[in-house]
């Protein structure tokens, strides 16, 4: 089993950043082959979606919407992925879920809140 732990989460006003981390811990064995951490979102009533992904050779890819703005980093060594937020706008407001997969298993994170006031 691999468990993720989001934490950063919170309200910013508009314009402002915001740093959210997610943790695996667990099986090593399943940790170690991992390949790709992403960060998804899900505002009220919408359908979650896919904010930034990256591999574990570093490739990055962003949903148009967070290009230019979000950035997503991983370290590897401490099995952790990072999204920074910079030029939030309201509608970022969702709930932000942490992800990672291998070619046979998949986790999700609990979920952090980030809410956007204008």
């Known amino acids: 089993q691999v468990q993720l732990v989001e934490s950063g989460g919170g309200l910013v006003q508009a314009g402002g950043s915001l740093r959210l981390s997610c943790a695996a811990s667990?099986?090593?064995?399943?940790?170690?082959?991992?390949?790709?951490m992403a960060w998804y979102r899900q505002a009220p009533g919408k359908q979650r979606e896919l904010v930034a992904r990256?591999?574990?050779?570093?490739?990055?890819n962003y949903a148009d919407s967070a290009k230019g703005r979000f950035t997503i980093s991983r370290d590897n060594a401490k099995n952790t992925v990072y999204l920074q937020m910079n030029s939030l706008k309201p509608e970022d407001t969702a709930v932000y879920y942490c992800?990672?997969?291998?070619?046979?298993?998949?986790?999700w994170g609990q979920g952090t809140q980030v809410t956007v006031s204008s």
């Open positions: 992800y990672s997969g291998s070619l046979d298993f998949t986790s």
């Open positions: 667990g099986n090593i064995l399943l940790i170690s082959r991992i390949n790709v």
């Open positions: 990256v591999t574990s050779g570093g490739n990055t």
